[in-house]
Each structure stands twice: as structure tokens, then as C-alpha cells.
């Protein structure tokens, strides 16, 4: 009989289940067991929840490739601007004639950005209003716009009596003769004729200077007719005068060039000829800027040690000092002189010096004024006759 007057009943479930919650042990079950399932779901309540999936990266990589492309189409406009409008195939150089043996090459962007060309010649353009408009009717008539399309002038002769001026850069073909015809004929320009495929101005019954220009475009001005068609075809001529291709003022003087020299100097500097006639050829360039320098390497003749004409170039150099010490100063070559060294490297003599800036900056003043006084002076005579009563 029970103690009491209720009989003990089984516990009555609770009515609301937390699902969450770890299942109770069964009797007799093992305590670690259940004490590791109450850990796995006191884990599972307190675990934040799992973050979406984390989307790709579509809008990055679209940027990226924007970027590329952007790059790629600045560096293809880069390219062509270069190739098409700005990079220039030097074509002057391959028109020096056969036989030339004097050879100076100028390049005109680098002249241009030294400070006496800039200074003194530059203004010359701009500061007659003849002088602008000129600059612009010739413009209109050959395409041609000076100077921003002119990239190297090269000076060449036969015999230093024939000379050559070649002219190349980005010049409009087959325009510059015909329109340079046209606009003498148009203001009345005296002296000038065509013949043929050359322009031809005349002065006491011969030429004076003789146009054409090449099937490259390149413009060649001569002081005969000759030379100019010399002149005219494209050679690899150029090659053997071992020119120096870069360089604002860059030269080449061949053996006959040379021989030439020594046979006027002979007569008043003996010495200096004797040395000239064991030359070959030369070649050199002088560098602008700041601080000038003249560098120039010359070939002995065959049997001729380099050694010994290094010895006696130095020896000459000496020798002239002294004399240009009583004449005047050209260009500051005095100073040159001063400075200058020869030395042997290898089978040929180097011969450097540093050229003053001042002497320079003197040259190229005094050339402008001459330049200046010949431009006024031909403007006067023009505007002379519709002056006149």
C-alpha cells in the first residue's frame, strides 16, 4: 500500500519544446556523452549567423579591363601620332652627290633649341610684318611651313666651289618648284625662270641658284645646274663619307678634300699643309648646349701611324695658337684652340676641344644683323618703284 494517499504518476511533458535544445539523456547513459551533446548545442544557439555567399567580383574586373583597354588605345594614338605626323626617315643625306668631299649636316629641331639660334634667328621670321607675310604666301604656294616642317639640312661640295643645300623633312612631293614658279611670277620677282624641272634664278647673264626638288620631297638648292641634278636621285652615297648620323652639326671631309687644303695653306703655313696631305678622312660633330665641345677623328693615310700624327697635330695646334693670338677671334675659336687636344685611339687621332658659348652667341648675333640688314634692304628696293611719283 502506498504511503500516501496519490500515487506517484510519470512527469508530464512540458507543452512547449525548444527544438534547439539537446535531447536528455537516456538512463544509464554514458555522462560524457551527454555532457558533449549539451556543449554541441550550447554551440550551435551561440554560432552568429553564416554570412551570405560572398558574390564574384564582376564590376572589378570590368574596371580593370577598361583601364587596359584605355591604356592600350592612349599608347596605339602615341604610336601613330609618332609615326605618321612626328617621326621623320632622314632623306636629306641621300641625296649628296657622288662626288662630294665636304659634307656638313645640320638637324634643325636641336639648332633650334640652342639659346643664340633661338635668341638671334628665330625673330627673323616674326618680326617684319614682310617678312610674316612672306613667310605665309610661301606656305600657301609649296605646303611647305617653315620651319616647323624643315628636320636637317645637309651642305655639300664638289670641289668647294659647287655647293649643294639639301633640305629634307616633311615636305609636301611635287609642290615646292611649282609653287615657288607661281608665287615669282604672281609678285613680279625678277630673275626667275623654269627650265624644265628646275627653277632657275638668274643674276649677270648666269645662274645664281638653282631649285629643285627630289622625288622624296626633299628640296635641293644649288649654286649650278649641274650639282642640283647630281643631287636629285636617292644614293647610299652618304655611307662612304662615314657622316655621323646623329648630332646637331655633324661634318665629313674626305683625302681629295684635304689634298685641297694643303694646297692653299701651303703657300703661308707650309707645316700645316705637309700634315693635311697625310689625312684621309675625317669626321666629327659638335654638340650644343651649356658648355660646347668639338670632336673630330681623323684617319692617317695608308702607312701613316696613328702615334705619330697625333704628335704632330699637337705639335701644329701649338703653332697656331700663336698665331691667332695676333688675329682677331672668330667665333671664339681662339679659345677652341687653346683647349684643344689630339690624342691616338687606335688606328686614328681624336681630336677634342670645348667651343666658348660666348664665341657662339657672337657668331650667330653677327650672322642675324647680316641676315636682317639683307632682308630690310631687299624689302626697300621692292617697296621702291610704288613709292616713286
Known sequence: ?????IEEEEPIRPTVTDDAAAPAPAPGGDPAEARAGERGAGEQRERPPAAPPRPGRPRAAACLLAAIALLALLAGAALG?????????????????????????????????????????????DDSPSGASRKARIEAATGLDFPS??????????DATSWVALAGGRIP????VAGMEKLARDEGWDGWRREGDLLIVDAAMR???????????????????????????????????DLPEQGPVTFALTSAAWSGAAGVVSAVLPR???????????????????EPALAMRLAPVSGEAAAALAADTQALLGSLKLAFAVLPDVAGARAALEGAQALAQGDQVELQTRWPYE??????ADLAQRARAARDALDAAKAAP????
Not at 641621300?94 to 633650334?112: C, F, Q, S, Y
Not at 696631305?277 to 669626321?283: I, Q, T
Open 149 to 158: 616642317d624643315l628636320r636637317e639640312i645637309v651642305i655639300a661640295s664638289t
Open 359 to 364: 664665341g657662339l652667341d657672337r657668331a650667330c
Open 272 to 290: 700645316a699643309g705637309a700634315l693635311f696631305r697625310r689625312v684621309d678622312h675625317a669626321s666629327g660633330a659638335l654638340t650644343l648646349g651649356a
Open 173 to 176: 612631293k611635287d609642290r615646292f
Open 207 to 241: 645662274p645664281r641658284a638653282v631649285i629643285g626638288q627630289a622625288d622624296d620631297g626633299t628640296i635641293v638648292l644649288g649654286t649650278d645646274v649641274e650639282i642640283v641634278n647630281a643631287a636629285l636621285p636617292a644614293s647610299d652615297e652618304w655611307q662612304r663619307l
Open 1 to 5: 500500500m502506498p504511503d500516501t494517499l
Open 81 to 125: 601620332v609618332y609615326f605618321f605626323f612626328w617621326r621623320y626617315e632622314p632623306t636629306a643625306r641621300r641625296h649628296i652627290p657622288g662626288d662630294a668631299n665636304i659634307v656638313i649636316r645640320l638637324e634643325t629641331a636641336e639648332l633650334a633649341l640652342f639659346g643664340p639660334v633661338r635668341q638671334h634667328f628665330l625673330p627673323l621670321l
Open 386 to 389: 610704288s613709292a616713286a611719283p
